[in-house]
């Protein structure tokens, strides 16, 4: 079957502790995202990548951190510079960039909260 | 920056009915619109998206309409089912990376 797989389903972290939230893709797409949701708001942009070994800054990146080593995974780091993490944390993939077809597919989030 | 409303924050029908949810925007040069639903705890599922040259786009019961130049779109359920109950998200995509969310729709269909 196709689509984003994202683990852990509950991570929990300790005050100063960095944690990593998975995220892998075999859909092929070129394109990953990291949302953040909050209740009762929409989400939010964290970063983005349009391929292999690059990377952007959504809106609140501060205090998280990314790699793209590979197509298909897309792994989020939830450093201690992050002071207010509890959230629910979703990743997208979609084809490509910028096209007015491109269609973002979502995998079924990590809840992060704070011990 | 793009700003993204929903209206109403949560709506409560009787099963049958047919409903509309309405999301606005506030910069019309957008690529596309998208209607997302999300589950209690689950990702969001995209439902139906309508390019920015594009009026209207249907899938079953659903049929989502686009005003680019007023910043309107309208997301109508026909024939409501209990099963529908969840959040209904919009989003539109303004440049090329990112997709801007309103806070969502929550709705319950009631049997």
């Known amino acids: 079957d196709g689509g984003i797989t994202q683990s852990p389903k509950y991570l929990f972290r300790k005050e100063g502790q960095n944690v990593t939230l998975s995220c892998e893709q075999n859909?092929?797409?070129?394109?990953m995202y990291w949302y953040r949701q909050d209740p009762g708001q929409g989400l939010r942009l964290i970063y983005y990548?349009?391929?292999?070994?690059?990377?952007q800054k959504g809106d609140i990146a501060e205090g998280y951190s990314v790699s793209r080593e590979k197509k298909e995974s897309f792994p989020l780091t939830v450093t201690s510079a992050q002071k207010n993490p509890t959230a629910f944390y979703l990743c997208?993939?979609?084809?490509?960039?910028?096209?007015?077809?491109?269609?973002?597919?979502f995998g079924a989030g990590t809840r992060l909260s704070v011990l | 920056k793009q700003e993204v409303t929903q209206i109403p924050a949560a709506l409560s029908v009787p099963e049958g009915e047919n409903l509309v949810l309405n999301c606005s925007f506030t910069d019309s040069a957008i690529y596309n619109l998208q209607w997302f639903r999300q589950d209690p705890g689950k990702g969001l599922t995209s439902l139906l998206l309508i390019q920015s040259s594009q009026r209207e786009q249907t899938s079953g019961r659903l049929n989502a309409s686009l005003d680019k130049s007023s910043g309107r779109s309208t997301l109508y359920i026909a024939a409501s089912q209990p099963g529908d109950s969840a959040t209904y998200l919009c989003?539109?995509?303004?440049?090329?990376?990112?997709?801007?969310f309103g806070k969502g729709t929550s709705l319950l269909v009631t049997p």
């Open positions: 859909l092929n797409h070129d394109a």
């Open positions: 989003a539109v995509l303004n440049s090329g990376y990112a997709l801007n």
């Open positions: 990548s349009q391929i292999v070994n690059d990377f």
């Open positions: 997208a993939s979609s084809i490509e960039v910028g096209l007015a077809k491109n269609i973002q597919y």
